[in-house]
């Protein structure tokens, strides 16, 4: 066996794991997560202006998403025999068509007119990220690791608004329950090891993709944030 071989070998046998690169990423994770925005929310100190962009907004983000997560689908059935992974991405699929729902109702209770909301730069360039992961030639592991890093700064974000010190307005309790529900954070956790399981299997360089990837999530949802916050 030559030294390319046993590199090879090597990387494969490493241990990878999502959880080790939020570790690693624990800054920028934080930032994502713990931004000023979603502190506000959990502190009861949000502005209302802030929310009402940020709902307008997401929905735009969630229109572009739906096929994003159409196309992880398409790649699941082409590139892997393993069930498991089309029946939580199927899982993911048919929660959107509900959260599409759930905004129209939220825009209309809080004076958004969906119709007329116009994308921002930072909305812009995050749809035209998933767009990017949605060509063939882009490795499943890879689209796996953006879909669950998507996914899991709302959930964690959002759970940090239910914990039990928290000073969550009333009035929005019901907008991080949709994210920060124990249910959502489940399938979060099935979506991982789908995600752990094929970084696990994948070479070094789909490795580096991946997380590369996950590192561009982190920096977008720290922008889209950025951007619902009246005044930035």
Known sequence: MDKQQQESRSS????????????????LYEAATRHPFIESI???????????????????????????????????CN???????????????????????WFKKEASKWGVTLSAIVPLSANVRYCSFLKSLMSSEVEYTVVLTAFW??????????????EEDAETPEELKETCYRWGNDDFGDWCCTLEERANRHLQMA??????????VFLHVLELEVEFWDMSCVGI
């Open 12 to 27: 494969s046998n490493k241990k990878v794991d999502l959880g080790e690169w939020v570790k690693k990423h624990a800054s």
């Open 42 to 76: 959990r502190n009861g100190t949000v502005d209302i202006s802030s929310f009402r962009r940020w709902l307008g907004q997401d929905y735009i983000f969630v229109r572009a998403f739906v096929p994003f997560v159409a196309s992880v689908l398409v790649k699941a």
């Open 79 to 101: 590139e892997t025999d393993d069930s498991s992974d089309m029946e939580v991405t199927l899982g993911g699929m048919a929660a959107l068509n509900d959260e599409l729902a």
């Open 149 to 162: 890093a998507i996914e899991a700064v709302y959930q964690d974000s959002f759970a940090y608004c239910l």
């Open 203 to 212: 070479s070094e360089d789909v490795r580096k993709k991946a997380e590369a």
